[in-house]
Structures are given as structure tokens and as C-alpha cells.
């Protein structure tokens, strides 16, 4: 969504840049290239194969920051750091959906990993094959979106039927442990595998309130989701900052963009996104 988030922060000369989850680099490269503040801008991001990849940047001036967005944010805080713009592109970028090792995709087989953080302990292995079966339905239910009834029946064959040591094993467990569906029967059992070992939702809940403190005065933020579950808190958060009056730190947007025609064809991935944006007052 690249044309969506130029539209929204209007990058102009000088504008620094706080990129929370930077990845490989596609929307910070285009914005730095019109503000050409390299030295002013920071690239953030918890996986260390999107960090390599930004040495381009880092050799023009940008810092880069192998961290959880939180982590950084509450350094960057400390710092008294203060950027024009902020961009969030929250959920999984597709070089780690398009990597079988990574473990994100049930579409290509792999250890079932799914660490944003390579450094972490955790990994969704751990917690199919540990986590009790009251727990993984819990998971099921509250991240994944799963109905309640399917959620406890999946969880409870899944704790007699494991060790799971793949993506492909558990996936096909999961299709045949549910019914029929328009989507893969997984789809929802990864989300919340990969929203639990990550600490995906808690991490976004603790930033939000950091956000404005990052921005001067007419700065610009966007936040990018994918799905219910971050685009809710992200859009509550909103709702409560525009409810503050006079003591409100942002003006909010009351318009919400999605993906065009042109970005679904070249990323169907695109097509649950939304972009939501604000300015500092």
C-alpha cells in the first residue's frame, strides 16, 4: 500500500522518519528518498533477515534498531527523540510468509517457528506441543476467532494427537479435524499461533500511548492492520484520543483507506488491510 501511505504522510525534504516495523525496507526506502533526512530517521524491526537488509539505509545515515517496536519506542521516549513521521505496518511481511523455515505459512512447509525475533525462546512448536488444552483453545478463540465449540474440539485433538514438529503436519490435522470452510480450516489456528508467540496484540496495546509522545508538533502518524483483532485496538485508541477535546494530542482521521484494484493485483495479501492516520496537534 505504498500510494496509500505517501497520500497519508506527504513526505516532504527534511521530514525524519520513526518506521516501527520496517522489513525490508519498501516503504522506508520511497519515503527517504523525497525527505532525504537519512540521519534524522530510524528503521525499526524485530526480525534480523530485515535488518541485514537495510544496510543501504544504514550506510546513508538511518539507524537501525533490532527490536520489538515497544522496545524501541521506550528507548526512542527516553531519548527524547521526536520524528515527523511514524509509520506502523503491523502483521507478517511476505518475505517470512514466503519462507517455509520461518514456519508463518501453512502453504510451505517448515519447523513450526513463527518468531518474528529469531533471539526469543518461544516458538509456536513450544506451544502446540506444551500448552494445555484449556489454553490452546483459549488462544483459538480469543486470537484466532474461532468459534468456541471448534476451538475446544481442535484443542483437545491436538493435545492426544501431539508432538507437532511442522507447519504441513499441524495444518493438515487442523483441515481434518475441521469442517469445511471458504478458507483453509488453519487459517485462524496460525493467526493465533503467531499472535501468541510473538505478543503480538499486547505489544500494540503498550505503544499506542507512546505514539503522540514520538511525533512534533504537526507530525504525521499511519497505522497499517490486517486483521480484527489489531485494526479494533488500533481504531479504539483513535476513538479515545479524539475523545479527549482540548486535551486530545492528535487529530484524528475519520477516513479509513483500503487497498485499490492496482495493489490487490500485485498483493492479494493487501486486500484485508486498512490504513489509519492522525497528526499531532
Avoid at 31 to 38: D, K, M
Avoid at 48 to 62: E, F, R, V, Y
Avoid at 197 to 209: A, G, K, S, V
Wanted: charged share 30%; net charge negative.
Amino acid at each position: 500500500m505504498l500510494g496509500e501511505v505517501l497520500e497519508v504522510l506527504k513526505p516532504k525534504t527534511g521530514d525524519s522518519l520513526l518506521d516501527l516495523t520496517a522489513g525490508f525496507g519498501g516503504h522506508a526506502r520511497e519515503i527517504l528518498e523525497r525527505t532525504g533526512a537519512y540521519e534524522q530517521s530510524v528503521l525499526v524491526d524485530r526480525d534480523q533477515m530485515a535488518i541485514d537488509s537495510l544496510s543501504d539505509l544504514a550506510a546513508k545515515g538511518a539507524t537501525l534498531m533490532h527490536a520489538d517496536f515497544l522496545t524501541a519506542a521506550d528507548a526512542l521516549f527516553v531519548e527524547k527523540r521526536r520524528f515527523d513521521l511514524i509509520l506502523a505496518d503491523l502483521g507478517v511481511s511476505s518475505p517470512q510468509l514466503d519462507r517455509g523455515e520461518r514456519g508463518f505459512s501453512f502453504m510451505h512447509d517448515g519447523d513450526l517457528d513463527m518468531r518474528m525475533d529469531q533471539r526469543q525462546d518461544l516458538t509456536a512448536k513450544i506451544v502446540v506441543n506444551s500448552y494445555s488444552e484449556r489454553e490452546l483453545a483459549q488462544l483459538f478463540i480469543e486470537y484466532g476467532e474461532v468459534k468456541s465449540g471448534l476451538a475446544q474440539k481442535v484443542a483437545r485433538e491436538i493435545v492426544h494427537a501431539r508432538p507437532f514438529q511442522t507447519t504441513e503436519a499441524l495444518a493438515e490435522f487442523i483441515k481434518h479435524a475441521s469442517p469445511y470452510s471458504k478458507r483453509h480450516p488453519a487459517t485462524q489456528f496460525f493467526q493465533a499461533l503467531r499472535i501468541e508467540t510473538n505478543d503480538e496484540l499486547n505489544l500494540l496495546e503498550r505503544i499506542l500511548p507512546l505514539l503522540p509522545d514520538l511525533l512534533k508538533p504537526d507530525g504525521r502518524l499511519c497505522i497499517i492492520t490486517f486483521h480484527s483483532l489489531e485494526d479494533r485496538l488500533v481504531k479504539n485508541w483513535l476513538a479515545d484520543e479524539a475523545g479527549r477535546g482540548l486535551e486530545s494530542r492528535l487529530n484524528v482521521s475519520k477516513s479509513i483507506l483500503t487497498s485499490g484494484v492496482p495493489e490487490l493485483e500485485n498483493n492479494p495479501r493487501a486486500r484485508s488491510a486498512k490504513i489509519r492516520f492522525a497528526a499531532r496537534v
